[in-house]
């Protein structure tokens, strides 16, 4: 198969006025396309910041990405952003919908960033139905609970149909009975669609169903093991 996203020699480090802070060090793996990939670990080993990085919504302080064959840490930001308007759909810690949007209008963002504004108000209908929000089209983030909002990022980050899916923590705020909504959508687009899927995540209960779990600690990877 496909290797779908390869990383080499990865660095992040904030400078410090007194110390720098190494978060990610020398990271090196690979995951094949189609692959259901969990990263685990402590709070604070650099598990966003690695998902961020490998999106290509951050820049490494070294190393490469090459996401879907295209080496994205040396590219431009519109090259980037336009490489994940193609390619990549991201599911926030924190859902990051736009406050001003409804939720069918935060869906149809992906689809339009890539002027498919003909049936996006359709597509983002159909997948806000299927995560079960179908009576909650036009309502502002404000005014849905976080279960809720999660399901918008969700069906926001299926919309531009991607070939990866990066997911920070999609379970980490629900109750049982949504995570598991969340979890089962997760596993169809995987089947449906192939779309790989790298879920970085706190439920070692979610790991266990992934193929294969990366643990990080102290920003570097301390196991890499199929499941
Ligand atoms: N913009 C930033 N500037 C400085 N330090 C940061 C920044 N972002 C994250 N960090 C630090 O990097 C470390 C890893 O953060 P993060 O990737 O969010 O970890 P995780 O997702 O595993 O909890 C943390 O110690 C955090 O404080
Ligand atoms: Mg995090």
Redesign the pocket.
């Known amino acids: 198969m496909d290797k779908i996203l390869e990383v080499n020699n990865l660095t992040?480090i904030?400078k410090?006025i007194n110390k720098d802070?190494i978060?990610l060090d020398d990271i090196n793996f690979s995951i094949k396309a189609g692959e259901i990939v969990s990263i685990v670990?402590?709070?604070?080993?650099?598990?966003?910041?690695?998902?961020?990085l490998c999106a290509g919504l951050d820049a490494p302080s070294d190393g490469t990405v090459m996401l879907t064959g295209e080496g994205i840490s040396a590219m431009s930001e519109n090259q980037k952003a336009e490489v994940r308007n193609r390619n990549v759909g991201f599911i926030f810690?924190n859902f990051q919908l736009l406050p001003t949007l409804t939720a069918i209008e935060n869906v149809m963002i992906p689809l339009e960033l890539q002027g498919k504004s003909k049936g996006a108000r359709d597509i983002a209908r159909d997948l806000l139905s299927r995560v079960g929000l179908g009576d909650r089209l036009t309502h502002y983030p404000s005014q849905l609970s976080g279960g809720e909002q999660q399901r918008v990022s969700l069906a926001r980050a299926f919309s531009n149909s991607p070939k990866v899916l990066f997911a920070?923590e999609p379970t980490g705020n629900l109750d049982e009975e949504t995570g598991e909504m969340v979890e089962g959508l997760l596993f169809e687009l995987n089947k449906e669609k192939g779309t790989t899927l790298i879920i970085?995540t706190h439920d070692l209960e979610l790991a266990e169903k992934t193929q294969r779990v990366i643990q990080?600690k102290g920003?570097r990877i301390i196991s890499d093991q199929l499941n």
């Open positions: 992040k904030y410090g802070l978060v670990g402590p709070s604070g080993s650099g598990k966003t910041t690695l998902l961020g810690q920070d970085v990080l920003g």
